[in-house]
């Protein structure tokens, strides 16, 4: 069983459904295999043992009544910003610490309806507000390549789940980076829809116009295959697109002769490190070797992307968090008066980071200085837009790191602009909505540490995943990076 919890999505399903193992045997061997490794890697803020077992059984009925099921017996990690009906969802703050979710999610319930098994929900940086998750209000989560690094942020749990073989599959959520800069650092795929591809609907908001959730998983074939199935309009959400989705998985090409590859003029490498630009100097060439041909193409206003988004998406957040006040749900302490109780709860509820940023986006937001800076700001996204639509009329896909170096150890990071700039290569895709995907493509030390995983950032224009899929898929078959999987683990360094 533990052999078969390696193999991919879709050969797990297969077997499932052909009964030759069956779900409620691979809920136990996830679980199990939870229960041994993550006291060490601190993925799962809940594990829902008896809910993973009451689904695999009802698996098992509908595949003994007939029904064929994508993801049957499927093990799933679902980042706790993810309403789950009737388990703990935190957004890894105290001021959700003990709230219970009243509904599913939809990108969680078509994963669920299609066999997956719920095994729990993963740790995050608060509100997804963080590139390392250190900013957990509720647990510290380790890089399972080297526990003393931080696995990334801000979906590092569900990173860190696929990586560790702990679930097959997983769901982050990705508003600036969150599922491609950890999937990098933890040697997994990770992608990013188009915004409005997938729906939001059960999705805790930090930045409504920028929050998408997207598939992690040990291969390119696996995370094309989660998302087919959560893809498509969802009446529940008024952003989600109608356009028809167009089916990825099995998608694939042997090679990419005839496909233009972009390398961005204003991506330039020489400031990494020498060995984490080693390494992508040879993942380009690996395109090439594929039969892509590489041109260079300009993203001027790139250079903005970051003081751009750290504008928006904190005005966003400021909105979307003045819900959490101690009335409704959540935690609430009390004051001698309503306006003293908003006070007390959102001191005692929130972190730093969060508050920090909630400061910067009421401030961006407030009389006087709204045209200044979110209006400036959102005229700055729309050339960040613009710039892709040029590029990409010279090109059909665009390559550049995932992040400009390989996971750091924790508190190595302790001012925040350092830690926003681990956004750098990710967030000009997030500001111009288009899809994006990580692919491990090597290795290479950080602050001179251990060899560490590295990924390759490709992206392609709005609702072009089915050729985003192709492309990564053909690069990870030839490089094989993903291969080299996480060490055993051991115990917890002091």
Known sequence: ?????????????????????????????????????????????TVTADLARERARAVDARITDGERLPLAGVPLAIKDNMCLAGTRTTCASRILENFIAPYTGTAVARLLDAGAIPLGKTNLDEFAMGSSCENSALGVTRNPYDLARVPGGSSGGAVASVAAGMASVSL??????????????????GMKPTYGRVSRYGLIAFASSLDQIGPIAANVDDAALVYDIMAGRDPFDATSSARPVEPCFGARRDDLRGVRVGVVREFDLAALEPGVRAAYETAYRDLEKLGAELVEVRLPTADYGVATYYLIAPAE??????????????????????????????????????????LIGTHALSSGYYDAYYVRAQKARTLIAADFAKAFASCDAIACP???S????????????????????????????????????????????PQMPLGLQLCTPLFAERELFEIAGAYERATNHAARRAPSFGEVPA
Request: charged content about 20%; hydrophobic content about 45%.
């Open 1 to 45: 069983m533990s052999d078969l919890l390696a193999a991919a999505a879709g050969e797990i399903a297969r077997r499932v459904s052909s009964r030759d193992v069956s779900a409620a045997d691979m809920a136990d061997a996830a679980l199990a295999r939870i229960a041994a490794r993550d006291p060490a890697i601190g993925a799962f803020l």
């Open 172 to 189: 982050g959520s990705d508003t600036g980076g969150s599922i491609r800069e950890p999937a990098a650092f933890c040697n997994v795929v």
């Open 317 to 358: 957040c400021s909105s979307n968090l003045a819900r959490f006040d101690g009335m409704r749900y959540g935690l609430r302490v009390e004051g001698a008066d309503v306006a003293a109780t908003y006070e007390a709860t959102r001191a005692a509820g929130f972190g730093d980071e969060v508050k920090r940023r909630i």
């Open 402 to 404: 995932s992040a400009a």
């Open 406 to 449: 390989a996971a750091f150890t924790f508190n190595a990071k302790t001012d925040p602009v350092s830690m926003y700039l681990m956004d750098y290569y990710t967030i000009p895709m997030s500001l111009a909505g288009i899809p994006a995907i990580s692919v491990p493509c090597g290795w290479a030390a950080t602050d001179g540490g």
